[in-house]
């Protein structure tokens, strides 16, 4: 067993993200609100960058108060300002006569980048959302093109001006590239936003990170998507094949959610179900992603540089599974004898809803685990730690490294577990039968690029 407090003193590691839809909003926001990200900014040669992109500003805005109070928390601490970047940028919809022309002006120039599967030929009666809907993938990832290589390049121009920041680090660093699997805008932009960020010549200290969120059961038409369907697709095809070509070179994870989902869910039946069910899918999403970005940035990047060095380059599952959350059969003021039982039960769960099919080893686990001081820790460690090996571990014990820390609510409790390598076949989200997805066949081709 390890201990978190190993790694303290290593070089600092910058951590920088590019947020992409309303998935890729939430951990931009999770990462302004970790402390580790202000702390790492007192130290010489650290930046931070960030920048969030999406169609239509309906999801963007608590992120951008996020970054504006993490301004001002470096301003009262006389930290320069221009240690950290940020900024978002909203992309429009392009109008329905502009669109055919704007396509048949971006594909030569995105053949000759390196990009495929562009809309091409426009499919008949084609139909672009309205601001505030659900954007197709193939019309996601034309807007993203449109951005990239035509007029005055928006993307291009934020994409340059992030790539500066992050070049002014004197540290190694990670970008990570957030974004929900399900959803069309993060799923279908990603890919080419990240090949292109790759081609500003960042440095061989700088890793190009993805950061796939996956769907959950509570999740309606997003539940594995046809587009989340293809996005694992593209991530298996970019990061089985030659690493100067990956859009995601120094590795890419894959969230899983469903655990933290169920936890919170079970049991939760009061209020309007409407509402419940949004506000359910709020904390998990929040919940999630600030489980990844308070690990990622935690002593000073260091267990993220491992997991990156150790994993070199392949998908990682990134399993956020939560064991106890407040209120929901932990309660202030409970004998907390009683919650062991819970607690063991929440664990065993770990196989049902870790996303991952039958069979599935590995030959490197790392777990994670945050407990409240009066919970057993060293109870729950064991337990984890026997089921983990069991069932993943191709062999030999020690390549299971346990990592234990505090966590400041007292009825929290869960665990980051990783697992590299997975494959699409690995994951019960890519063989999920049937893929639901809309009826009409021009929609579902929209889906489909
Ligand atoms: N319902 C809901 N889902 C959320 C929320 N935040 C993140 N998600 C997750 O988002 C996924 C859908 O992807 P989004 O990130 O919304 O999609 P997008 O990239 O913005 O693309 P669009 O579909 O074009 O809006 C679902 O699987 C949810 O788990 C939230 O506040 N509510
Ligand atoms: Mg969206």
Redesign the pocket.
């Known amino acids: 067993m390890s201990t978190a407090d190993t790694t303290k003193n290593s070089e600092p590691q910058c951590v920088h993200v590019i947020g ?5 909003a ?1 951990y931009v926001e999770a990462l302004f609100r970790t402390g580790e990200a202000e702390d790492n900014l007192t130290q010489d040669g650290t930046t931070l960058a960030g920048l969030l992109i ?2 239509g500003d309906d ?1 963007i805005q608590v992120a951008n108060d996020y970054a504006r109070s993490f301004d001002a928390r470096l301003k009262s601490r006389g930290i320069p300002a221009e240690k950290c970047h940020y900024e978002s940028l909203v992309l429009d919809i392009p109008d329905q006569a502009t669109f055919g022309p704007k396509i048949n002006a971006v594909l030569p120039l995105y053949t000759t980048a390196g990009g495929e599967g562009l809309l091409s030929p426009l499919p008949k009666a084609l139909q672009l959302p309205k601001p505030g809907e ?2 197709p993938r193939a019309i ?1 990832k034309a807007i993203a093109a449109f951005g990239l290589y035509l007029d005055d390049k928006p993307i291009a121009g934020a994409l340059q001006r992030f790539a500066d920041q992050v070049k002014r680090a004197r540290h190694p660093s990670t970008v990570l590239i957030a ?2 699997l ?6 279908g932009m990603a890919f080419d936003i990240a090949r292109e960020l790759g081609k500003l010549g960042l440095g061989e200290t700088v890793r190009l990170v993805g950061l796939a ?1 996956l ?2 059961s509570g ?1 309606g038409v ?1 539940q594995n998507s046809l587009a989340q369907t293809m996005a694992i697709e593209d991530i298996d095809r970019t990061m089985s094949g030659a690493a100067e070509k990956s859009a995601f070179p120094g590795g890419c994870f894959i969230v899983s ?1 469903e655990h933290s989902w169920q936890r919170l869910t079970a049991y939760t039946k009061t209020g309007q179900k409407e509402i419940r069910q ?1 506000f359910k ?2 904390v998990t ?1 929040r919940f999630v992603a600030d489980s990844v970005m308070r690990w990622a940035v935690s002593d000073n990047g260091a267990h993220l540089a491992r997991v990156l060095a150790k994993a070199g380059g392949k998908t990682i599952m990134f399993n956020v599974a939560k064991f106890s959350h407040p209120g929901v059969q932990v309660l202030p003021g409970q004998a907390r004898s009683t919650w062991d039982a819970m607690l063991q039960q929440w664990i065993s769960f770990v196989p049902n809803y870790a996303g991952l099919a039958d069979g599935y080893k590995t030959d490197y686990v790392e777990a994670h685990i945050y407990t409240s001081r009066n919970m057993r820790n060293g109870m729950m460690m064991d337990e984890l730690g026997k089921l983990l090996k069991g069932l993943y571990l191709k062999a030999g014990d020690d390549n299971y490294h346990a990592f234990t820390r505090e966590f400041f609510d007292e009825l929290t409790s869960y665990a980051n577990i990783i697992l590299p390598s997975v494959k699409k076949s690995d994951l019960t989200a890519y063989g999920a039968d049937p893929v639901p997805g809309p009826a009409d066949a021009n929609a579902k081709a929209l889906e489909q690029a």
Do not use: M
């Open positions: 992409l839809g309303r998935t890729g939430v999406d169609i999801d659900h954007t996601a974004f929900g399900a959803g069309g805008t993060g799923s969120q769907s959950h999740d997003y959610t949004h899918q709020l999403n």
